[in-house]
């Protein structure tokens, strides 16, 4: 067995995060090693979708003052020692979201110091903002950052920018037979992305076992132009 042991802290509101780190936990495994998936809980339930485009407003508007979502308490066994900690989550209004937010003010000292923290997010597109954030906020913890992991929906703009609201709020745009529809086939992420994640666990697993540096591994980043 692979004695590198590996946590996984992650939220996710719409399932994208979670649909990745499924990949993700496929390409880890692959080898026999310890690997403790913590998803983080709200201590009040956050209906998804929203329901309402008020609803979906007032929260791009919270979110963007970084606002906190409370979450129950970690299993104990979140705070033992990690070789890897991976802090996987979607963007909200540019920052990381308000449950991960929640995380780092109440356990961020003693879960991140002296760790190796890898980044993984799941965007619409616009990421940079959010992972320089974090970066900062899980520095001050004492971790030591590496460079992220990154998905952004693959649906071009400005098609995803609106899916994405009217997802959230209630209309479900991918469905039915709108013209909007063509442009917004499918909300988040794809198949082929869900496959590149795998690929992307593999990677991870294989350099940790190698006993190679993490820093040394460069992981693809969207290519998009807007991106960012
Ligand atoms: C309140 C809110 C704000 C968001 N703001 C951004 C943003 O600023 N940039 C971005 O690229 N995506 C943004 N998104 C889209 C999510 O990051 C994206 O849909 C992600 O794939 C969701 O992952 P999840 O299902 O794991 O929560 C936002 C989503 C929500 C709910």
Not at 8 to 35: A, F, H, P, V
Not at 38 to 53: A, D, K, V, W, Y
Not at 73 to 88: G, T
Not at 143 to 153: E, G
Request: hydrophobic share 40%; proline share 7%.
């Amino acid at each position: 067995m692979d004695n590198k042991r590996i946590l996984i802290l992650s939220y996710s509101y719409s399932s994208q995060t979670r649909n990745l780190l499924n990949g993700l936990m496929e390409g880890l495994r692959e080898k026999d090693r310890e690997i403790h998936w913590e998803q983080l809980t709200l201590t009040s339930e956050l209906r998804f979708p929203l329901g309402s485009i008020a609803a979906t407003v007032i929260m791009m508007v919270q979110t963007f003052f970084r606002k906190r979502y409370p979450i129950l308490p970690l299993s104990p066994v979140c705070f033992e020692q990690w070789d890897l900690v991976i802090v996987a989550g979607p963007t909200w209004s540019y920052s990381p979201s308000g449950p991960i937010l929640s995380l780092i003010d109440r356990d961020g000292q003693k879960i991140f110091s002296g760790k190796m923290v890898l980044p993984f997010i799941s965007c619409r597109g616009y990421w940079r903002v959010h992972y320089f954030g974090l970066k900062g906020m899980l520095r001050r913890c004492g971790a030591h950052v590496l460079a992220p992991i990154v998905f952004s929906h693959p649906t071009p703009e400005p098609w995803r920018t609106i899916g994405v609201f009217l997802k959230l709020a209630g209309r479900a745009p991918e469905a039915g037979s709108s013209w909007f529809r063509r442009f917004y086939p499918k909300y988040g992420h794809s198949r082929e992305q869900i496959a590149e994640s795998r690929k992307l666990g593999l990677v991870v697993g294989q350099a940790m076992q190698a006993g190679d540096s993490l820093e040394k591994v460069v992981f693809p980043v969207p290519v998009k132009t807007e991106d960012g």
